[in-house]
């Protein structure tokens, strides 16, 4: 049962002052605007991905162009890192996963949510096939894939199978940390795991290879209140930068619309911003399909009370915390609904 044991506390590293791991910063990139403003240093825990080109266009091309609002990219390898850089004062403005944000809190620091730049999730559960469903899953005690103890893609496991019934703790799934998706993919393939959490442009391509796995659930059809990621900001913080903060969403969320019923410039971010170009373009239109058809980028925000409170549960429920957050300690909608008076809602 030791192994099982995978949920640590993310707020253990976070939360502490310590600057040896900002080492982790994998990239700097300086962006410029004209307006003038002190610019938005901003902190993403990833490189550009198919699903978060959204993050990317509003703050590389809207911010500047039609904000007037000049900000700079760091990005780190985890939310962990990308948090310690807005408690060092290198950034203001962290972007990561719900779940993880909830330990930093738990831990004392007031880091609160702003926006959901992704509000459902492009992840499908891929299977060897021998493992043909859910209760599968437990019954032949399969090898589940994770990326880390608080990665999304173990969470969104979890929580699905909390809400099949199939599950009464986390620790009945047997999970065994083999990284990032690319990682799994491989490992998926080689026979070394049985499931795995992957992008489904990553699914596209792993059918082709080997057209025996199976798909059990798409996740994003699946959780309905799920929030992938938000953009977060410790309170005083929030207050100090406001003036940045707000044209920075209002500009996110003009990123989120316009990427609906536009595939040439959602091929264009892709492209532009993703390591490698991207999947080739079959594979690219119909990752298109899904993300819109999931609605993955939220028009006016995604940080409704019903979901923070869905993830604030299921960060408890999982272990995450060992307290249930109050929602209030955590969500701040006032810099988002300034950003929509200004863009407007639809």
Known sequence: MERRR????????????????????????????????????????????TTDVNTWYGAREIAPDEQGLETTVKVFEGVDLAVQSVLAGETSVARGSVTAAATVVESGKPFEFLIAPLRSTDYVLVTRPEIDSLEAIVEED????????????????????????????????????????????????????????????????????????????????????????????????????????????????????????????????????????????????????????????????GLSEASVDYMLDLSDRVGLTDERIPTGEAMNRGPLEEALAEVGRV
């Open 6 to 49: 995978f949920l640590t506390r993310a707020g253990q590293t976070a939360a502490g002052a310590g600057l040896a791991g900002l080492a982790g910063c994998t990239s700097i990139d300086r962006l410029t605007g004209g307006g003038g403003q002190e610019e938005l240093a901003l902190a993403f825990q990833a490189p550009a991905e």
């Open 142 to 301: 399969a090898v589940i894939g994770m990326s880390a103890p608080t990665g999304l893609d173990a969470v969104q496991v979890a929580a699905l199978m909390f809400e099949t019934d199939l599950i009464d703790d986390v620790n009945e799934l047997n999970f065994q940390r083999v990284g990032y998706s690319s990682a799994r993919r491989g490992a998926l393939l080689q026979g070394d795991i049985d499931v795995s959490p992957q992008h489904y442009a990553q699914w596209l391509t792993m059918r082709e290879e080997e057209p025996s796995l199976n798909v059990l659930a798409e996740f994003g059809q699946e959780l309905d209140d799920w929030i992938q990621e938000t953009f977060m900001a410790p309170a005083e913080v929030v207050e100090r930068d406001r003036e940045r903060i707000v044209p920075f969403l209002a500009a996110q969320l003009e990123a989120n619309r316009r990427l609906y019923d536009d595939y040439e410039n959602y091929r264009r971010l892709v492209q532009t911003y993703v390591p490698g170009g991207g999947p080739e373009e079959a594979i690219l239109e119909q990752t298109y399909e899904f993300l819109t058809d999931i609605e993955i980028w939220p028009r006016n925000g």
